[in-house]
């Protein structure tokens, strides 16, 4: 290539405005939700990095498509678009369409969940593992000893520790265990991907102990980009072929269609299991709606066929993969430590390195994350204790990590609004030792990072 630059592979179309504040107006707006960024209205905030999630650009082709929507109730060609579409990279023998991925956990789980029941994953995302928790089985990581060292560079972090699963296994029985998981890319070990050798060898033990593999595959094409890149012999493969086998290789799956196939909603449950299907479109009419339409519009169905043929084109994820690079490395530049090395859809600080003197069960991933937003408007999202320190028998502990997720939407920000994200994080930084850490004041009894208050502790 002659230029070193890679630029946005596309133009702007129409805008949105962003609202500029000040700080104390910051100040203000946080200390009324408690110190809780979810709680913010989203026009106070400048640079909303606190999920990728439903939050990317949709193009030109995604919005045509939606004039295109059938919204016949059952049957819609709409439906017939986005199975060909799904097929097309998951050629699963069941599609069961959700209104975004928590409610395909919900069901499946529902469906092969319950007391007695443990469900392994490399890393369960808060979701995932709520939902496992939920049915009152237990959810267990198991990632490579690599991945919780946030400082240490390794190709495939988000690997699954496959000597642990054959121990697990061994242990507690594959009749225990209803599936194994595996998250590509890992959200919660740091936006990690996960080598094809990996799954091969994940699929080899699950077969042996007769178990089924399911993909939890919202970032499933930056997952295979990054095979493209770091994985030996897979260099001259398109990333549609890569998702492919990923898909050969399980039997089923659960999706966001919010994640890669850039869409504002969506998601499915798609597997191969003739009987289980049965069931899982027993619960889908209860909740979501008929199975040709699940939890969506057919106008969704739209967006999400023709998102997730964008999702998998080469310059586009060039562009992604480097662009979220380009604000991890300018980061560890400006000594802020990161999860190294820089994940597919975001870069996570390590907030309890940046801040030692802040105890984990007081929360430095939250006080990162408030004080980054007082300081520039960037909202960013804790993953650490606050999301994972209640145990199920009600006791609290340190998560594995205190981190900072600043997650990058897809097509929506440009290259100055991330070198101003970086000056923020520098300033930050700086006055690091000024930081305090926090006191929860309020806690719902599940996903208690959503509506948790929390004070200063001076
Ligand atoms: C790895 C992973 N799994 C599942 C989900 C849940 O998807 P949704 O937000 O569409 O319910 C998410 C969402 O962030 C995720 O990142």
Known sequence: ??????????????????????????????????????????????????????????????????????????????????????????PFRHVIPTHQGRAAEKILFTAIGGPGKVVPNNAHFDTTRANVEFTGAEAVDLPIPEALVPSLEHPFKGNMDVDALERLLTERGGDAVPAVFVTVTNNSGGGQPVSLANLRAVREVCSAFGVPLFLDACRFAENAWFIREREPEQSDRTVADIVREMASLADGMTMSAKKDPIANIGGWLALDDDDLADRCRSLLVLTEGFPTYGGLAGRDLEAIAQGLHEAVGHEYLRYRIRSTAYLGDALVHAGVPIVLP?????????????????????????????????????????????????????????????????????????????????????????????????????????????????????
């Open 342 to 458: 820089t994940g597919g859809h975001a870069v996570y600080i390590d907030a309890r390195e940046l801040l030692p003197h802040i105890p984990p069960l007081q929360y430095p991933g939250q006080a990162l994350a408030v004080a980054l937003y007082e300081t520039g408007g960037v909202r960013g999202c804790e993953i650490g204790t606050v999301m994972f320190g209640r145990q199920p028998d009600g006791s609290e502990q340190p998560a594995a990590m205190d981190l900072v997720r600043l997650a990058i939407p897809r097509r929506t920000y440009t290259q100055s609004h991330i070198d101003y994200v970086i000056e923020v994080c520098a300033a930050v930084a700086e006055r690091r030792s000024e930081l305090h850490g926090l006191r929860m004041t309020f806690e719902p009894p599940a996903l208690r990072h959503f509506t948790a208050r929390f004070e200063p502790i001076r």
């Open 1 to 90: 290539m002659a230029f070193r630059t890679i630029i946005e592979p596309f133009r702007i179309h129409s805008v949105e405005p962003l609202r500029m504040t000040t700080e104390g107006e910051r100040r203000a707006a946080i200390a009324d939700v408690g110190l809780n960024l979810f709680g913010l209205h989203a026009t106070d905030v400048l640079i909303d990095l606190l999920t990728d999630s439903g939050t990317g650009a949709m193009s030109r082709d995604q919005w045509a498509a939606i004039q295109h929507g059938d919204e016949s109730y059952a049957g819609s060609p709409s439906w017939y678009v986005f199975l060909d579409a799904v097929r097309e990279l998951f």
